[in-house]
């Protein structure tokens, strides 16, 4: 083993405490991230009063985030691979702060939705980078215990998101309005970057490595034209140009497999490494990871529509109400990664993904029972089990899917996985049109809106329910066990790929 994998699987005292400190950065960065996607939604009604925004412009202040954002993961991931994950997650967390101003200071619509796109854009050089240089820094016997961690991130950035958008607004803090929900992030991406600067260590793919250029403009496209239909349908009455569209995605996406096979081939070089599919963990992680995607797409914005729009509740009591979830998910993906994975294997993730069936059943029940006098305290049993079905999966999924993955295209893999995390979300949030609103008439009298929502709040659950059980037998696909929980197991080598005890690629 090289100096440099050894240096990895012993750490010195003081190299021990930078990669903690460095954890601590690139995660607090994943966590600006979630909050920042889900902040937005709750201040469109103060946005809409306070610049005259037309509907089309709220659609874009959100869209256009996440089109920039599931675009550019694939690209970001692989520049990481290149150029250098500590240079790229700092220039995608320097670009991501000063898109924050640019929105927090906005002076009409149209500015706001360029700075978003800029925004996504930006989050897409830096959110790949987080898991890569975790990947790359921690040796196998440790990087279970991260993911832990990263999965209680991401339960708590689900939930405090609109909890957090909720207060600012409320408090107008200096008059300004919706403007703080962006102008956060300020000191917290300066801080990032400067002590990223100094705490995180450089990695780069070992063997020099080219941008892509053809894949990035294929791969671009071939998002665009799949998530942006989704996206605009619903608006737009789902005209036919949205589905021709949607269908020539996939002649994209079949051209551009084809031209990364000979880019491959030519010069070892492609944006999107297909020998990744050849490691059957990640090829199920990501068949799993796009499944669930959709389901929590789906979940995610039918809840937020029946608490608020169903219920007539405030947007702080709704985001109140989702802390049981928050922290069953915190709780249980903690508890799976350290405890339960290493001695049961992907049975965990397979309970989890029947526990959140289970309780989307009986949130099903609840609000079949309660109606619209249901309560906050009502829906906790239900939240609490999903949340730990969630927790159950979310951070151990993430380390099946990497766990043979070769540190030197550790950042393309990343990217794949954000980029098909974001392709089910938005095929879930166009899903919404069909499970959630096509179950009502567009024309409600407003006594009728209430239980209308409740009925396709019910209605929506039993396909998220259906979906859970997909993930379940899809989960049957996945090894046993994760490679390093395997004792004596090895990285699996794939052709092309060197495998991780034979690349040494710290750099700094």
């Known amino acids: 083993m090289t100096s440099s994998s050894s240096t990895l699987a012993s750490p010195r005292p003081e190299a021990d405490r930078r990669r903690w400190f460095a954890l601590a950065i690139v995660m607090t ?27 089309s412009h709220i659609q874009w202040i959100t869209a256009g985030y996440a089109l920039a954002f599931a675009a550019g993961l694939i690209t970001g991931g692989r520049l990481g691979d290149i150029h250098g994950r500590k240079r790229l997650f700092l220039i995608g967390i320097g670009g991501f702060t000063l898109a924050s101003a640019l929105c927090g200071f906005a002076v009409n619509p149209d500015m706001l939705v360029a700075s978003r796109i800029l925004q996504g854009a930006m989050a897409a050089l830096m959110v790949p980078q987080v898991l890569s240089i975790v990947h790359a820094t921690f040796p196998a016997h440790e990087r279970g215990k991260v993911f832990g961690m990263f999965g209680a991130i991401v339960g708590l950035g689900a939930v405090s998101g609109p909890i957090l958008g909720a207060l600012l607004t409320e408090w107008n803090l200096f008059g300004l309005e919706w403007r703080p929900i962006f102008l956060i992030n300020l000191p917290v991406g300066i801080a990032g970057l400067v002590l990223g600067r100094k705490f995180i260590t450089e990695s780069k793919a070992p063997h020099a490595l080219k941008l892509d250029l053809v894949g990035v403009v294929l791969v671009t496209l071939g998002l665009l034209m799949l998530l942006y239909p989704l996206t605009r349908g619903r608006e737009l009455g789902w005209p036919t140009w949205g589905y021709v569209v949607m269908a020539g995605s996939l002649v994209v996406f079949a051209a551009l497999v084809a031209y990364e096979k000979r880019k491959a081939a030519r010069d070892g070089s492609p944006l999107v490494e297909l020998s990744l599919f050849k490691v059957k963990s990640f090829a199920a992680g990501i068949a799993v990871q796009t499944v669930f995607g959709v389901g929590l797409g789906i979940f995610f914005l039918v809840w937020t529509l029946y608490m608020q729009v169903g219920l007539g509740w405030s947007v702080l009591r709704a985001g109140l109400t989702g802390v049981p979830f928050s922290i069953a998910v915190s709780a249980a993906a903690g508890m799976s990664v350290q405890m339960l994975v290493p001695r049961f294997g992907r049975k965990v993730l397979q309970a989890g993904a029947l526990t959140m069936a ?85 024309h409600l009298p407003r006594p009728e809106v209430g239980p209308a929502f409740v009925d396709a709040f019910q209605n929506a659950l039993v396909w998220v329910a259906v979906v859970m059980t997909a993930i379940f037998l899809l989960m049957f696909a996945l090894p046993k066990r994760p490679a390093q929980h395997v004792e004596g197991a090895e990285t699996a080598e794939v052709p092309g790929i060197t495998p991780l005890d034979k690349a040494p690629e710290l750099v700094g």
């Open 358 to 442: 289970a309780g989307v059943l009986l949130y099903i029940w609840e609000a079949e029972r309660y109606g619209m006098s249901i309560a906050s305290w009502q829906m906790a049993l239900p939240l609490v089990v999903m949340g730990a079905g969630m927790g159950l999966i979310v951070a151990p999924l993430t380390d099946a899917i990497l766990s043979e993955v070769p540190r030197e295209h550790s950042g393309s893999a990343s990217g794949l996985i954000n980029t098909v995390q974001q392709m089910g979300n938005a095929l879930g949030l166009g899903l919404v049109s069909v499970v959630f609103f096509g179950s009502m008439s567009d």
């Open 29 to 55: 960065a994943a966590f600006m991230d979630l909050v920042d996607v889900t902040i937005v939604n709750v201040a469109i009604p103060s946005i809409q009063r306070d610049e005259g925004a037309s509907f």
